[in-house]
């Protein structure tokens, strides 16, 4: 079936980066762009960019640039976020999806998410 | 920006009731419209895609309508999986989700 599993858990310092995959399994891979969404406790889901992974191509909000990069590696089927220079306001869970470019841009298939701690 | 703002920001509804949610866009943005259910400690569920369309598998009490900047999805008759927080999205220019609206059992 298709799926996107996610890495574990991280725990980080103020000033570090984190680097989270998202594995995807059961689809053609670079059929379709993958979403990185997060959302901080209590609050509203927050769009943070995107990646083609048929050709790598990315897109990231405005709130992010300069701080996300995200990256594919096609024979792994893997897609990888990773966000810099943490401060304590990226506490959250932050989660990958699949877009559906036949159904309206969509979110159609999310990963089980990955808990991203900020503290010292 | 696309700025999405639902209302309610939550509702207190019976089993068997009919539940409206609004969702406006700050422009048109055609039928780029999306919703989605979230569970406390769950990733969320794509329900409606462009607007109207039921994503394969959600049950057919939920349907969505509008086109433009206002948009509603309706609980024909709520039933008790789901209560939840539902947020709309657009998808017209990159994605921006609205604040959410908090389903509670009265």
């Known amino acids: 079936q298709v799926q996107l599993v996610q890495s574990g858990a991280e725990v980080k310092n103020p000033g570090a980066s984190v680097k989270v995959s998202c594995k995807a399994s059961?689809?053609?891979?670079?059929?379709?762009?993958i979403h990185w969404v997060r959302q901080a406790p209590g609050q509203r889901l927050e769009w943070m960019g995107w990646i083609n992974a048929g050709n790598g191509n990315t897109k990231y909000s405005q709130k992010f640039q300069g701080r996300i990069t995200n990256t594919r590696d096609t024979s792994a089927t893997t897609v990888y976020m990773e966000l810099s220079s943490l401060r304590s306001e990226d506490t959250a869970m932050y989660y990958c999806a699949r877009d559906n470019g036949a159904a309206a841009g969509s979110m159609d298939v999310w990963g089980q998410g990955t808990t991203v701690t900020v503290s010292s | 920006d696309i700025q999405m703002t639902q209302s309610p920001s939550s509702l207190s509804a019976s089993v068997g009731d009919r539940v409206t949610i609004t969702c406006r866009a700050s422009q048109s943005i055609s039928s780029y419209l999306n919703w989605y259910q979230q569970k406390p400690g769950k990733a969320p569920k794509l329900l409606i895609y462009a607007a109207s369309s039921l994503q394969s598998g959600v049950p057919s009490r939920f349907s969505g309508s509008g086109s433009g900047t206002d948009f509603t999805l309706t609980i024909s008759s709520l039933q008790p999986d789901d209560f939840a927080t539902y947020y709309c999205?657009?998808?017209?220019?990159?994605?921006?989700f609205g604040q959410g609206t908090k389903v509670e059992n009265k």
């Open positions: 059961g689809y053609t891979f670079t059929t379709n762009a």
């Open positions: 999205q657009q998808s017209y220019i990159t994605r921006t």
